[in-house]
């Protein structure tokens, strides 16, 4: 596992990539998923209802700051601004050796995108 943000593990040509991959796949769940931005992320009201427990299986409570509504409107724009919040050492490339495995992923945050870089059968 390798942080992407760890000059010591990647080149920029690579730390570039992977964030043209990520910012890839937030637009697609913009495009064609808002809801999980006016969801999970929006603030608002009934943002905490919407979070997972944290760590200490507690219920989040602050919202996001009200402002951030005005400035971000999804995914890639929170990106891009820097307001999402990442478990540490995350965004991460994961790389498994042959019939490697990823099992249930439970970091308490409100969304885990996978995003495979190979298919289901390279390396068998």
Not at 95 to 111: Q, V
């Amino acid at each position: 596992r390798f942080s992407v943000s760890d000059p010591t593990a990647f080149s920029s040509e690579i730390v570039l990539s992977c964030d043209e991959i990520l910012t890839r796949a937030l637009n697609y769940l913009d495009d064609f998923f808002p809801s999980i931005y006016e969801t999970l992320f929006e603030p608002g009201e009934e943002w905490a209802y919407w979070q997972p427990l944290n760590a200490a299986l507690e219920q989040p409570t602050v919202p996001p700051n009200p402002q951030l509504a005005d400035q971000c409107t999804s995914l890639s724009e929170l990106y891009l601004m820097g307001e999402m919040e990442w478990s540490e050492g995350e965004p991460a490339i994961n790389i498994y050796e042959s019939a490697g495995y990823f099992g249930a992923h439970k970091d308490h945050l409100a969304l885990t995108i996978l995003i495979p870089l190979t298919d289901a059968h390279a390396g068998d």
